[in-house]
């Protein structure tokens, strides 16, 4: 029985690794493609984009390591492909708003003036002066 339980164990530790060397592999993938497109300054709206083309063989992998895990647990094959497509998703999503909160901290401050323009006034005509507007003496 204590064997039986251990062999368990062993064999859930092992196939929990064949997720995490994929998983690890793309989580770097995301990380050296981040750096390159900071440093080829691509546009946050464009960076989703660049990290699925450049990890792509990488989130391929993890898909799959994912799907197998899955499916060897008792999941049919739709619910682990849908299972695998949010796993990569929540980690380009993850990727994608940490370079969007990075771009926007290291962007130059906008200007109080080019940030808000200040709106003048029209000019007020004078009204005429009347007898009450006008300067009187002090009175003794």
Do not use: H, W
């Not at 695998?84 to 906008?110: C, H, I, L, Q, W």
């Amino acid at each position: 029985m204590i064997a039986l339980l251990g062999a368990s164990a062993i064999y859930l530790i092992a196939f929990q690794a064949s997720i995490a060397a994929p998983t690890q592999t793309f989580r770097a993938c995301l990380k050296d493609a981040n750096g390159k497109a900071t440093s080829q300054k691509i546009a946050p709206d464009a960076y989703e984009a660049f990290i699925r083309g450049a990890c792509t063989a990488q989130s391929g992998a993890l898909r799959s390591a994912v799907i197998g895990f899955r499916m060897k647990n008792g999941m049919s094959r739709k619910a682990a492909a849908d299972d695998a497509d949010m796993t990569v998703d929540d980690y380009v999503g993850t990727s994608v708003d940490n370079y969007k909160f990075m771009a926007e901290r290291d962007a130059p401050p906008k200007s109080a003036v080019a940030a808000a323009p200040q709106a003048t006034p029209a000019a007020q005509p004078t009204p005429p002066p009347t007898p009450a507007s006008a300067p009187q003496p002090p009175k003794n």
